[in-house]
């Protein structure tokens, strides 16, 4: 007898197989159990019916309880009543591991409660389905990445540098040295850009921020993207074809993850139409001023009212373009004409979502960029490495950060980042 998995049903509709799965739940009368069997891969209705399978099995459907570990036999079915589109009827029934008390049950239950027992909470079809979306964004980059010839290159994850500023660095030893774990992997990747071209990382970012919000993580994967031979204008185009083609492959390819979380499709088609609106920080500025916001003078950054003020504006994602100077990091292309800006952007995803990307064009004017690390505090002789990369064969260069987490919430239509993790660092959470 074969064994499968619950995803591949339909390539198995009338014959006899063996899957292992879990009870997510069970109803049952004097004569039928209902079994909800799920194995990971997507979850199914198993029939037991006495008449058919005899006392003892049929015993053991009804005493089956939450979360047992089991290993069905019986045939596939076609079942147009669910969602799914099969079913098991079931012929036999081995209990693998016995489950009593599962904590998590059909009830509701408190964020706090459901967030110290995620190692289990992440078996509901809600965490699923994120997970899921989660999943296809990864590979959609993969794809789409290699489809325009970047290479996929890892920087380290413990560093001497500082790239988006020393207030938030998670400080270790390294033998007798002080190391940092990455905020971002940016300027390993300029050097990577110079060495092949278009490069990507996809790798883990540690911010020790202590911001208590829907959308920040202590820790979070960042796609990082680095173009030679690249202006901003550019950069921004593939950023906008980037999103544009994750939002696509989400929606083809999660089409049951957006129906469990009750995600609306016809929204999400709207952002895969391109391009998406540019507008600098001046404008954004006066565009608050003009609708009553008194909180916030040229120079400010956005807060969470302003972005999603801003965002509302639109209906697809949207560029703030040329921040001033004084709020981003050392390493961007200062204006050509104006002293006060440089060369950057952030995308604002819409919704109330926030910034997904942050990226800009790369000083790479070697007595200016020595000036800006000068000027930020830190020690020139720990850049000397990212200094070279302006003294031999320096080219335009452009980058960006997408973080996946704030991608995932937005895209599954979460309210909060921390479900966009399996494992989600928060400023008062490291357990489980
Ligand atoms: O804007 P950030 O700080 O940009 C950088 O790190 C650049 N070095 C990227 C680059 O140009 N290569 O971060 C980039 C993105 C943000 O737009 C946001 O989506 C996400 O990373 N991000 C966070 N996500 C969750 N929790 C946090 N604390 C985050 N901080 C940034
Ligand atoms: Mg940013």
Redesign the pocket.
């Known amino acids: 007898m074969e064994q499968i998995q619950i995803i591949d049903a339909k390539k198995h509709v009338g014959e006899t197989v063996k899957i292992g799965a879990w009870i997510a739940n069970k109803r049952s009368s004097g004569k039928i159990a209902f079994l909800q069997l799920r194995d990971g891969t997507a979850m199914f209705q198993g029939i037991v019916v006495k008449n058919e399978v005899g006392e003892e099995i049929f015993q053991t459907a009804k005493n089956l309880t939450q979360e047992t570990s089991v290993w069905v036999t019986g045939e596939i079915r076609e079942d147009s009543r669910s969602k799914f589109g099969y079913e098991i009827g079931v012929q036999g029934i081995e209990v693998i591991g016995e489950s009593h008390d599962y904590p998590i049950t059909p009830k509701e239950h408190g964020t706090e409660f459901l967030m110290d027992h995620r190692h289990l909470w992440l078996r509901s079809s809600r965490q699923h389905a994120i997970m899921q979306i989660r999943n296809e964004i990864i590979r959609a980059t993969y794809e789409f990445f290699n489809k325009h010839n970047f290479i996929k290159i890892d920087p380290p994850i413990l560093t001497g540098s500082a790239?988006?500023g020393t207030t938030d660095l998670f400080e270790t030893n390294y033998f007798d040295q002080k190391a940092y774990l990455s905020?971002?992997?940016?300027l390993y990747?300029e050097a990577a850009a110079m060495a092949f071209g278009k490069v990507f990382s996809f790798g883990p970012?540690f911010?020790a921020?202590k911001?208590k919000t829907r959308?920040?993580?202590?820790e979070?994967w960042?796609m990082?993207?680095?173009m030679a031979f690249m202006h901003q204008d550019e950069s921004l185009e593939i950023q906008e074809q980037y999103v544009a083609f994750l939002v696509q492959n989400v929606l083809d390819n999660c089409e049951l993850a957006l129906e469990t979380l009750g995600r609306d499709r016809a929204i999400l088609e709207k952002y895969t139409k391109l391009p998406y609106p540019r507008i600098s920080y001046d404008e954004a500025i006066d565009l608050l001023k003009e609708n009553g916001f008194d909180d916030i003078e040229w120079g400010d950054d956005f807060g969470s009212p302003h972005e999603t003020f801003i965002a509302n504006s639109y209906d697809r994602p949207v560029f703030i373009l040329n921040y001033p100077k004084a709020i981003k990091?050392f390493y961007m292309k200062p204006h050509p004409t104006r002293e006060d800006v440089v060369i950057c952007a952030?995308?604002i995803a819409p919704e109330g979502y926030?910034?997904?990307?942050?990226?800009?064009e790369r000083d790479v004017d070697y007595d200016h960029l020595l000036g800006e690390i000068e000027r930020h505090g830190l020690n020139p002789e720990e850049y000397s490495w990212y200094l070279d990369l302006r003294k031999y064969g320096s080219v335009p260069h452009s980058?960006?950060?997408?973080?996946l987490?704030?991608?995932v919430t937005w895209l599954a239509g979460i309210e909060h980042?921390r479900e966009a993790s399996p494992f989600p660092r928060l400023l008062n959470r490291i357990y489980p």
């Open positions: 790239p988006e905020q971002s992997g940016q990747m970012t911010r921020e911001s959308r920040h993580l202590i979070f960042m990082e993207p680095e990091p952030d995308m926030g910034e997904i990307i942050g990226g800009s980058g960006f950060g997408l973080g987490e704030r991608t980042v």
